[in-house]
């Protein structure tokens, strides 16, 4: 099974969301079970789509961000109960752009993915190395450290329970995506750790998707390696046809 997943990020008001899930409606849903199909509209348009019945039933629905606490004093932040209590199922949890321009430490993020493990708010860990980091060969070193403090005494009972996003820091929004090489290279040594941090059964059947520069053009070489689950898409999941598409060559890799 292949995961199509987007990521809106700071883009479309609810309107806009509404438009975007009236129009993808009108495609062809995934047939069976070889694609899940995922968005991450941001909070306020998350609570609308939910309480307008906007989104196809085919579409599970994320938050980009949670708390890192259950309830409490803590302005402006959004807890897993109230994503829980619109249609969302999934979170992301340390996308580069919060890890590296919002300024979210690793402990912080670790704090996150617990939170969230805890509701039963299925976490998609993001994962990935700038290319400094790449340059100078720290990649494994990078993303083995980012899947260690955040998976850091975390024990799950299923796979089902967590996602993995490998997104090259150097590869999101430029227009580079990673090569089929560089993305094996990088998803193996993603499962080998996962297996070692979480016990082979569940290490194994994680889900681990590549997000950088995915559009239509790539995305049947990309989800058709073997070691990549789908695809975490930012610019090309925010137009209803580009979206559907990515849907279709899913399902036919
Ligand atoms: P782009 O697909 O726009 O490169 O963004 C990738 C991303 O950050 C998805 O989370």
């Known amino acids: ?56 039933d085919w579409v599970l629905l994320g938050a980009q961000d949670v708390a890192a606490d259950a309830e409490g004093a803590f302005t402006g932040e959004v807890s897993p109960a109230m994503i829980l209590s619109t249609r ?5 949890i340390g996308h580069s752009e919060r890890r590296h321009v919002i300024g979210e ?20 860990l993001c994962v990935g190395e700038t290319l400094e980091e790449r340059n100078a060969s ?9 899947l260690d403090t955040a998976l850091a005494d975390v024990r799950l009972s299923d796979g089902a329970q967590l996602i993995v996003a490998y997104e090259p820091v150097w ?17 193996r040594l993603i499962r080998e750790h996962l297996k070692q941090l979480l016990g082979a059964a569940i290490g194994g059947f994680v889900a681990i998707l590549y997000g950088g520069s995915v559009k239509p053009a790539n995305f ?27 849907i279709a060559i899913a399902e036919q890799v």
């Open 138 to 146: 720290k990649m494994k070193e990078v993303v083995f450290g980012q």
């Open 1 to 56: 099974m292949k995961i199509v997943a987007g990521n809106w990020k700071m883009f479309k008001t609810i309107e806009e969301a509404k438009a975007f899930f009236a129009e993808l409606a009108t495609t062809m849903p995934p047939q069976g079970d070889k694609v899940r199909v995922l968005v991450f509209p941001n909070y306020v348009a998350l609570g609308a789509l939910a309480e307008a019945h906007a989104v196809p």
């Open 171 to 187: 590869a999101i929004g430029t227009g580079v995506n990673a090569t089929n090489e560089q993305i094996e290279e990088a998803h």
């Open 88 to 92: 969302a199922t999934h979170v992301l």
């Open 105 to 124: 430490s690793a402990d912080l993020l670790h704090r996150k993915l617990v939170n969230s493990l805890v509701a039963s708010l299925i976490p998609v």
């Open 220 to 246: 049947a070489s990309i989800a058709g390696l073997p070691s990549v689950d789908g695809g975490l898409i930012g610019g090309a999941s925010l137009k209803p046809v580009a979206f559907a598409e990515l």
